[in-house]
Nanobody, 120 residues
Framework: QVQLQESGPGLVKPSQTLSLTCTVSGASITTTYYFWNWIRQPPGKGLEWMGVIRYDGTTYYSPSLKSLPSISRDTSKNQFSLQLSSVTPEDTAVYYC????????????WGQGTQVTVSS
């Protein structure tokens, strides 16, 4: 019943900004104790947690990332978004949005993922 869907360009040039949006249906992103995350999987590697926006709008990010992402939300559209500036080819990955009441990696809901390639 609850569905998450990623959207955004599949190709980004180096030094530009990667922007993705996750549209949530069947559940409200403002529901108390719900957390909404961005995760990515580079080719040949495991899942990497990037960051989260909580039900109250608070954000937290992975300290392991070379470039700090920015997560925001539009509650009127029940969407949350990811921005990653100054990308390099190392940022090429399948990007997922996921969330619900669970903690990493036990999320209740997952998007299908979207491929983003950073190349000139």
């Amino acid at each position: 019943q609850v569905q998450l869907q990623e959207s955004g360009p599949g190709l980004v040039k180096p030094s530009q900004t990667l922007s993705l949006t996750c549209t949530v249906s069947g559940a409200s992103i403002t529901t108390t104790y719900y957390f909404w995350n961005w995760i990515r999987q580079p080719p040949g590697k495991g899942l990497e947690w990037m960051g989260v926006i909580r039900y109250d709008g608070t954000t937290y990010y992975s300290p392991s990332l070379k470039s700090l992402p920015s997560i925001s939300r539009d509650t009127s559209k029940n969407q949350f978004s990811l921005q990653l500036s100054s990308v390099t080819p190392e940022d090429t990955a399948v990007y997922y949005c996921a969330g619900g009441r669970g903690n990493w990696p036990r999320y209740d809901y997952w998007g299908q993922g979207t491929q983003v390639t950073v190349s000139s």
